[in-house]
T-cell receptor
Framework: QKEVEQNSGPLSVPEGAIASLNCTYS??????FFWYRQYSGKSPELIMF????GDKEDGRFTAQLNKASQYVSLLIRDSQPSDSATYLC??????FGAGTRLTVKP | DAGVTQSPTHLIKTRGQQVTLRCSPK?????VSWYQQALGQGPQFIFQ???????QRGNFPDRFSGHQFPNYSSELNVNALLLGDSALYLC???????????FGQGTRLTVV
């Protein structure tokens, strides 16, 4: 069965630190991956997606993909309290992980 | 440009009843996926519709059914509601199966 797995956390980092969120997937046929942010009581919103091995940067966010290891990560630099949310990883068949809850402490 | 819209936003039903949830995709999108999200869990994939046909289905019983209309809008129907069906139901649209999806605000279903 195809799976997308994430550490449920919670993950707590101080303001200004780097938050590192990780995701693994079981289907080697998956080609692209998506990171969503979900605030409590709200629907998920897309942060970024990645198709190629390596890093993709967008502002304070960097997505990393390693297809050989079937591993995707999201780095948030200079974390802000407003980044406190649940972060969801999804594969291109739109199966989601359980999410990692991030808290950024002022 | 309206994004993905879902209706209703909240709904209370009694066990055994049937419910229909509606979704209008983002302009230019032709694929609609439905998810169930229980509190503290990630979204669970129910099914996906493209060209008015169910293209993929997750591990949900036949009580969950859907439809897509020629204008790409979609409905999710749940029959014989159980208490465990209480959840946030999310609709996501995309321009094809493998591009990023955008979510509606969700429908909060409570079964009592």
């Amino acid at each position: 069965q195809k799976e997308v797995e994430q550490n449920s956390g919670p993950l707590s980092v101080p303001e200004g630190a780097i938050a590192s969120l990780n995701c693994t997937y079981s289907d080697r046929g998956s080609q692209s991956f998506f990171w969503y942010r979900q605030y409590s009581g709200k629907s998920p919103e897309l942060i970024m997606f990645i198709y190629s091995n390596g890093d993709k940067e967008d502002g304070r966010f960097t997505a990393q993909l390693n297809k050989a290891s079937q591993y995707v990560s999201l780095l948030i630099r200079d974390s802000q309290p407003s980044d406190s949310a649940t972060y969801l990883c999804a594969a291109d068949d739109m199966r989601f992980g359980a999410g990692t809850r991030l808290t950024v402490k002022p | 440009d309206a994004g993905v819209t879902q209706s209703p936003t909240h709904l209370i039903k009694t066990r055994g009843q049937q419910v229909t949830l509606r979704c209008s995709p983002k302009s230019g999108h032709d694929t609609v996926s439905w998810y169930q999200q229980a509190l503290g869990q990630g979204p669970q994939f129910i099914f996906q519709y493209y060209e008015e046909e169910e293209r993929q289905r997750g591990n949900f019983p036949d009580r969950f059914s859907g439809h897509q209309f020629p204008n790409y809008s979609s409905e999710l129907n749940v029959n014989a509601l159980l208490l465990g069906d209480s959840a946030l139901y999310l609709c996501a649209s995309s321009s094809n199966r493998y591009t990023e999806a955008f979510f509606g605000q969700g429908t909060r279903l409570t079964v009592v």
